[in-house]
């Protein structure tokens, strides 16, 4: 059995004292070696600090770290004695600026999550939102009290499930008298990725849908995140879901809204996947108001200066809409297409030179002003490099297509290799 931690030097506190004061060894985790805060007992009669020994179990782990020997059973005793003993020993040495340990929370059994799970079902059933409401705080705070909760609730087959099926009763109901019930429900969901095929079509019934996109409106932040991470969630696992959401009114507003007025990454990385996903279908009139709303020069400003993961996703986007007739003559307008397309090729990552290189290629094929333009900022020098460094059978096909699309207009042509984005006007 190779171990997966390190003794390390056992730590020590020096207060005002000169003196160095010394944590008794049978105080410290023999993981970490560090002050326990909860002691429990394996089988093994070793006692250890609870986190890191359901680390060390969850890791895989089925032996004692000290003993090595094989563990008859993972149940950890709380050692009630030694932690009165350390919480003792700490107030005795605060002039040495110990802090006393708090005493630490029973954690929750997956019997006490089951019988919640099933006052959630019940209450549903007869819509009593009181009751509901209790219970889901009583879960959330479970949860919040530690990571061994919350895993444990999650654990529970049914609870993804339950707590789905209460949210889509209590949308269809009445979103105004059940907003408190169906906020708490949307915080705790967001425990339970990847959804449940059961979960997945009660969160993506027209009931949630409508729900959720109302709740995108909210001047609450956490609960803006909440119900973006749960749609993006859901819109990844069926393309059935997507279609779905494009029916609900004023959704492609709202996330244009998003990316036009940033609100922080949590919420502009899932909207730009929301919309990479709806302009993906084949539904024009879903492609047409976001390119009528002014998406793609919109992209092509905050790709000037994004993050890696936003400059992917809208990219991946530009490249979809230039799929259309309509986003390549909007992107043929802009006069910052080619240059910041030609620009992030080998700039970014190998997934943002793919669609950079499929939009220009589809920008350029049978258009001579394109080529031109790809060529005057560098294009060629970038495709020839690309394809000496490699990248996929697929972007070299591209690549190659539009090194002899460029070659006929090369003689003569200065290029440019320095950009400055700032003073490159628009042309529409």
């Not at 000290?66 to 040495?93: G, T």
């Not at 909440?226 to 779905?244: D, F, H, M």
């Not at 001579?368 to 096909?397: H, P, R, S, W, Y």
């Amino acid at each position: 059995m190779v171990f997966s931690w390190r003794k390390k030097k056992p730590r020590s506190f020096n207060g005002d004292k000169k003196k160095e004061l010394e944590i008794p060894r049978h105080f410290l985790c023999p993981i970490t070696l560090d002050l326990m805060k909860d002691p429990v007992t394996l089988s093994s009669g070793i006692t250890y600090d609870r986190e890191s020994i359901e680390k060390w179990l969850d890791d895989g782990n089925f032996t004692c770290p000290v003993s090595n020997q094989v563990l008859r059973s993972f149940d950890q005793i709380p050692n009630h004695s030694l932690r009165k003993v350390i919480q003792d020993w700490c107030v005795e040495n605060r002039s040495y600026g110990v802090e006393r340990i708090p005493t630490p929370r029973i954690p929750v059994s997956s019997a006490e999550v089951s019988e919640v799970l099933f006052s959630i079902m019940d209450s549903t059933r007869r819509l009593d939102r009181c009751a509901c409401l209790d219970s889901l705080h009583k879960l959330k705070k479970w949860g919040l009290e530690s990571e061994r909760n919350k895993r444990c609730i999650v654990a529970n087959s049914a609870a993804a499930g339950a707590i789905a099926a209460s949210f889509d009763a209590f949308a269809g109901e009445s979103v105004d008298k059940n907003i408190n019930v169906l906020e708490e429900i949307l915080f705790v969901i967001n425990w339970m990725f990847p959804l449940t095929e059961q979960a997945q079509r009660y969160i993506g019934s027209q009931a949630s849908l409508h729900c959720i996109a109302l709740f995108l409106k909210s001047e609450d932040l956490s609960l803006k995140q909440n119900a973006i991470t749960v749609l993006a969630e859901l819109l990844s696992c069926n393309e059935k879901y997507t279609q779905a959401l494009t029916t609900i009114d004023g959704i492609n507003k709202t996330l244009f809204h998003f990316i036009n007025n940033p609100i922080c990454p949590s919420i502009t990385k899932p909207s730009l996947t929301l919309i990479y996903d709806m302009v993906s279908l084949s539904n024009e009139n879903t492609t047409t108001e976001f390119i009528n709303m002014g998406l793609i020069p919109l992209l092509l400003e905050i790709m000037i200066d994004s993050q890696k993961a936003i400059c992917e996703k809208a990219l991946a986007i530009i490249d979809q809409l230039c799929e259309t007739e309509q986003g390549r003559g909007f992107a043929y307008d802009d006069a910052l297409a080619m240059p910041v397309l030609v620009k992030k090729i080998l700039r970014v990552s190998e997934l943002a030179t793919e669609y950079s290189v499929s939009a220009i290629w589809k920008l350029s094929k049978g258009d001579e002003k394109a080529l031109m333009e790809a060529l005057q900022f560098g294009a060629f020098q970038k495709l020839l490099l690309l394809i000496q460094v490699g990248c996929n059978d697929k972007t070299k096909e591209k690549a190659t297509e539009l090194l002899k699309l460029l070659n006929p207009y090369r003689p003569g042509l200065e290029c440019i290799d320095s950009l400055d984005f700032k003073n490159i006007k628009r042309s529409f």
